[in-house]
């Protein structure tokens, strides 16, 4: 009997996570070396899931399917492949860009494509059917991203004189629309847009002055805000796991050659304050423009530029809730870089 209280324990949690539709063990994908692999939120639990990938992304909801890119003879095409490696297929032909993005109801992919002769938006369903042009100009229009109300779908493009500029449109490509060129104005590049979990919010990097700043916009009032303005460079901004927002979340790096040193920081909305909640002990930098935010951490790959003999990536998990001697700092996962929650 001594045994029984535990495994009750055991099988009532296994029957909550079955119906919930949760799986227990690793949720987190990332590259190793060019490799597609797995491991919990702890770092531990590390698996190959399939050779030959980057780029990986969970399906939205679920930890069962996983959609990268994988670089082939011809070009790259984005595939999927389940969680545990099985029923790899193919979904789009061997003109893909790396960046795509998820539907919120799983049924499409939206991603790059250089197939018509230059990057334009295209959407496919998850089964390989149905692909459809969205964007045809002959400017560059890439790193689509759908909302997460599945109403929108923000990209970036350099139509207007050559800048990089965040376009909306609607899922079918209709209603395209410049969103930070009109009111922002002025010479620069606006870049890397990153959805408020409601989606009632971009947050995006902008350079004016040859330097890139985080801005945010409130897309009900058009209200942009700039959250730093000094000379260093600020990159890879994401949100807190509430709705409305409470934070934005970015890293900052002083410009080289003075120093490559790189902090996690957060922006708070409602005071305009920020904090500074972790930084690397040595100089190191960014593997992606994008960052993994979970309802606790942010997941992030760095590397060290001037390691020897080989920069190794490595992948952290920072706490984005605590302040002050409360944070842990930089917490180390193991090598490999573009780790996605």
Known sequence: MSNYRPVMLALAA????????CRVGPSIVYVDKKDVWKMDSGGGQKSMVVANGTR???IPGTKDTIAFVRHQAGGKAIYLVDHDGKNERQLTGNDAGENFSWSPDRNWIVYESDKDGNPNIYKIRSDGTGETRLTDNSADDIFPRWSPGGTQIAFMSDR???DWDIFLMDPDGKNQTNLTGGYLGGNGADKFPAWSLGGDYLAFQGYRAYHPDIFFVELAT???????TDTLEQMAAGWDFNTPPNYVLFFHRPKPPTSHSLSLRRYTLATGK???LAKFPSPCTLTNWEISVTAANVYCGVINPISAPTPVPEIYAIQYHLTGSAQPGPRLLGPGRLPHY
């Open 56 to 58: 990986p992304r969970w």
């Open 274 to 276: 920020i904090e500074e």
């Open 222 to 228: 058009k209200k942009f805000t700039r959250t730093t």
């Open 14 to 21: 296994a029957l909550i996570l079955a119906l919930c539709g």
């Open 160 to 162: 207007r004189n050559g």
